[in-house]
């Protein structure tokens, strides 16, 4: 699986975009991007995931670039709730549980 | 509402005893998962179910064993081999790969053992 590389943190302000950068130049054309994040003391959760395109759902947007070997995690209006350890995965979609967790980037949402 | 649960979220054992975490899940997911953290790091797979009575060893199974006698059911039994076993762990469960394309895993909120 594709190493990937995040900030090890990060801060923002309550109601501004938060804007999470990976870099994963060793991925392959099969993996996929996924995003989790961890709030302190309880399990990851899923936040989204893509393979080429941008995807965008109820909780952020994917920013996939065109070469693949960067993306961006976008939470458009970043509250308190949102500060957790976001972690950045590449996986092949066969491999769904054998997810590769880095450190991640702490975010801390600030008022 | 579905979801997985780990009971308890505090578990304290004495070094040399065997203990056991509980995860269930109503998901009616076939595949689960169970990982470790440990302080400031991510997560390493421990072991893993695709169905009912199989499993595989993760990265990390020494000290370790599981079951899977029911599809709603994926104890963890933390054995005195385990020469670290303090740590914070994880269940997950997900619809298999092939089956339902690029399922998520869904986490419980985990069970801290402290072992002394």
């Known amino acids: 699986d594709a190493k990937t590389t995040q900030p090890t943190s990060m801060d923002c302000a309550e109601g501004r975009a938060a804007n999470l950068p990976c870099n994963h130049s060793t991925i392959s054309g099969n993996e996929y991007v996924y995003w989790y994040r961890q709030i302190h003391s309880q399990g990851p959760q899923y936040i989204i995931h893509g393979l080429k395109n941008n995807e965008t759902n109820e909780m952020a947007s994917l920013i996939i670039t065109e070469d693949r070997k960067s993306s961006t995690l976008i939470l458009p209006h970043a509250t308190l709730r949102d500060t957790a350890v976001y972690y950045c995965?590449?996986?092949?979609?066969?491999?769904?549980?054998?997810?590769?967790f880095g450190q991640g980037t702490t975010l801390q949402v600030k008022p | 509402d579905g979801g997985i649960t780990q009971s308890p979220k505090y578990l304290f054992r004495k070094e040399g005893q065997n203990v056991t975490l509980s995860c269930e899940q109503n998901l009616n997911h076939d595949a689960m998962y169970w990982y470790r953290q440990d302080p400031g790091q991510g997560l390493r797979l421990i072991y893993y179910?695709?169905?009912?009575?199989?499993?595989q060893k993760g990265d990390i199974a020494e000290g370790y064993s599981v079951s899977r006698e029911k599809k709603e059911s994926f104890p963890l039994t933390v054995t005195s081999a385990q020469k670290n076993p303090t740590a914070f762990y994880l269940c997950?469960?997900?619809?298999?790969?092939?089956?339902?394309?690029?399922?998520?895993?869904?986490f419980g909120n985990g069970t801290r053992l402290t072992v002394t």
């Open positions: 995965i590449v996986n092949l979609s066969s491999n769904t549980g054998k997810l590769i």
């Open positions: 997950a469960s997900s619809n298999p790969p092939g089956q339902y394309y690029n399922s998520p895993l869904h």
């Open positions: 179910s695709q169905i009912v009575n199989d499993f």
